[in-house]
């Protein structure tokens, strides 16, 4: 069995008499890359919140496994950062590694060229496209070369292209980089192109969670299985 790199357990949330997760548990093996789903309002963000340690007052625990003898290293796009718009990608990323205390220009140039922004030279981030800021996002959480990467609905808003150069992004951080995935997004039919397990979460509880494989080799959809653990739930 995969070694467990992040365990939440029995999470609970509550906004004043509101309670926005109920005893909530998600593992994520080392590896994979782990697609969270539900509608807005089902609690996604406040998990994601709590996770990175955004969100300390909470019940339940969140553990954070050591891979190779050295504790693991979380990096997040959930808010989005935020962005010099008369700067070039370069200089935001110069900006945000003075933030984290990162002083190696290398380790800018290594994020820019993995997110496909190394020729992008003087052009301001106002000058760009949707997907060209979601990738500069992206490039500004691998900084501190996350061992775990959890994103947001990152595809939110982005056109075909950009999905599709998003998409093979991710895969190639998770395949090449060996960097654990947790990506929320309500385009179910891309996450089935890019994730190894999927979760619902529905009125703050994982109402189902089920390996991508046994979607596709049921001849079904993660549409069909959303609707079915939802409708009525």
Do not use: W
Not at 70 to 86: D, G, Q, Y
Not at 103 to 126: F, H, M, Y
């Amino acid at each position: 069995m995969s070694q467990h790199i992040l365990a939440a357990e029995h999470i609970q949330k509550k906004y004043g008499v509101n309670t926005v997760l109920h005893d909530v548990s998600i593992n994520l093996k080392k590896g994979e890359i782990y697609g969270l789903v539900g509608q807005n309002g089902s609690g996604k963000t406040t998990l994601f919140r709590i996770l990175t340690g955004l969100i300390q007052e909470y019940k339940g625990s969140v553990s954070i496994r050591k891979t190779d003898g050295r504790a693991s290293k979380v990096s997040a796009v959930i808010n989005s950062p935020s962005l010099f718009l008369n700067m070039s990608a370069f200089q935001n990323m110069k900006e945000q590694s003075y933030l984290l205390g990162i002083r190696d220009v290398r380790k800018i140039e290594q994020a820019l060229k993995t997110v496909g922004l190394s020729d992008c030279g003087n052009k301001p981030v106002k000058d760009f496209s949707l997907g060209m800021t979601q990738r500069l996002k992206l490039g500004m959480a691998l900084l501190e070369n996350p061992d775990i990467l959890i994103l947001d609905e990152p595809a939110n808003g982005l056109d075909p292209n950009g999905i599709s150069e998003l998409r093979e992004l991710l895969l190639n951080l998770n395949r090449s980089g060996g960097v654990t995935i947790l990506v929320s997004s309500h385009i179910l039919s891309e996450l089935e192109q890019i994730v190894t397990r999927i979760g619902i979460l529905h009125n703050g509880e994982i109402v189902k969670e089920v390996p991508a494989h046994d979607v596709l080799q049921n001849g079904t959809s993660l549409e069909q299985i959303y609707m079915e653990y939802t409708r009525g739930a």
